[in-house]
């Protein structure tokens, strides 16, 4: 199995325990104090990243400010999905909702980077897409017969 394939899953795996553990931090907590947390567990991440292999910081204007904006767009995503959490949304839901962004990254590196999506791979976008409306529907009690 390749490199990026085992992290791949594994990034899967790590992500799957953050959507509970965002439920259940907000079901304490406000979204904006969990979030304060959810950030500090970054740091020490960061500063092993940084601190164990020289890191260059010469970067040109352009790269910091799409670097920067990937983080504000990230940590805007965080925030409202722990605000959704909070505000009584199902961790089922919330999260299902919420990892449909590869939809929208799709969608805008289509006419941005020029991407191209072949009809299998629009397929795929469109089941996706189904099965997240199909997963996050709230059905009514059951009838009974």
Known sequence: MEL????????????GFTGLTQ???????SAELSYAFYVAGF???????LFQRETTWTLSPRDWLVTLTAGVFLGGGTLTSFMAYRLGGKA????????LYPVVTVALAVPILGERIG???????????????????EGGPAEEA
């Open 23 to 29: 439920k259940l931090a907000t079901n304490h907590v």
């Open 4 to 15: 990026w394939f085992t992290l791949s899953l594994l990034a899967l795996a790590l992500w």
């Open 92 to 99: 089922s839901v919330v999260t299902l909702i919420a990892g």
């Open 119 to 137: 009809w299998r791979e629009g397929i795929g976008i469109a089941l996706a897409v189904a099965a997240g409306i199909a997963l996050t529907c």
């Open 43 to 49: 740091l020490p991440i960061m500063a092993v990243l």
